[in-house]
C-alpha cells in the first residue's frame, strides 16, 4: 500500500497550528519537535483523518515557505461533510476565498483559498 502525505514548510509553525486548528478544525497529532533555536523541525495535523507534516523554515536543508509574491505551486485538495460551513470558518480566521463556495459538478461543491502561509486548499463536497 502506498500513501502520500504532504509536508508543509511555513514560516511559523505555531501560528499556522493555531490557524489550521481554528479555520480547519486540525487537531495535532504528533507534538511539535522543538529544535534547540527554538524552531519547529516536524510536526503533524489531520483534519477528519486527513493528514500533512509541518515544519518551519530550513534553509540549511533547503525548505523553504511559499513565496508571497510566486503563488503556490500545489495546491492541497482536502474532501470535507460541508464545503459552506468549511469555507465559513476559512473566512471567520482572516482569508478570503478565491473561489466559492459554489456548485461545480461534476466535482461537487467547492471552494478555493490560500492560507496565511502561503498554500493553496481547494475544498471538495462531493456530490452525493
Same mark, same amino acid.
Given at each position: 500500500m502506498s500513501e502520500?502525505?504532504?509536508? /508543509?514548510c511555513v514560516p511559523d509553525s505555531r501560528a499556522a497550528i493555531e490557524w489550521y486548528? &481554528?479555520? /480547519?478544525?486540525?487537531?495535532v497529532t504528533y507534538e511539535p519537535i522543538v529544535m534547540d533555536d527554538g524552531r519547529v523541525g516536524h510536526c503533524e495535523l489531520a483534519v477528519?483523518?486527513?493528514?500533512?507534516?509541518?515544519?518551519?523554515?530550513? &534553509?540549511?536543508?533547503? =525548505? &523553504?515557505a511559499p513565496a508571497p509574491d510566486r503563488g503556490?505551486? =500545489?495546491?492541497l485538495h482536502l474532501t470535507v461533510a460541508d464545503v459552506d460551513e468549511a469555507a465559513a470558518r476559512v473566512v471567520e480566521a482572516g482569508t478570503s476565498?478565491?473561489?466559492?463556495?459554489?456548485?461545480?459538478?461534476?466535482?461537487?461543491? =467547492?471552494? =478555493?483559498?490560500v492560507d496565511?502561509?502561503?498554500h493553496r486548499w481547494f475544498l471538495n463536497q462531493p456530490l452525493v
Open positions: 502520500l502525505t504532504p509536508y /508543509l486548528a &481554528a479555520a /480547519l478544525g486540525a487537531e477528519d483523518g486527513a493528514r500533512w507534516m509541518m515544519s518551519d523554515e530550513f &534553509a540549511s536543508a533547503g =525548505v &523553504a503556490a505551486s =500545489v495546491t476565498m478565491v473561489r466559492g463556495p459554489e456548485d461545480s459538478p461534476p466535482a461537487g461543491r =467547492v471552494a =478555493v483559498f496565511p502561509f502561503g
